[in-house]
């Protein structure tokens, strides 16, 4: 079996396993594992001539880019209060 027939669903699910992670530390690895993952799929969409899997791979691939900048790059500490609904006393 070649390698890019194991390493895409390895690492493909693994990113969308942590892409659903709720611990931050460990969400930021979705995109590292997409990332790796992208060049077998590109390897196999050319090789099978597949273009629309070839296309779709460079949008992912972008979007694994984006995680790297948003988790990795540029991070941004979180507030204490994300998602918090905080109403005046008496209401």
Excluded: H, N, T
């Excluded at 196999?44 to 790059?73: D, N, P, T």
């Amino acid at each position: 079996m070649p390698i890019d027939q194991i390493a895409i669903p390895i690492l493909g699910a693994l990113a969308a396993w942590l892409s659903q992670e709720r611990r931050p530390r460990l969400q930021r690895w979705a995109c590292i594992f997409g990332l790796i993952g992208q060049p077998f799929w590109f390897w196999a969409s050319w090789k099978a001539e597949q273009w629309g899997i070839f296309a779709v791979s460079v949008l992912y691939g972008f979007a694994w880019l984006r995680g790297l900048w948003v988790f990795w790059i540029r991070p941004r500490e979180q507030a204490a209060d994300v998602g918090v609904v905080s109403l005046p006393p008496g209401r």
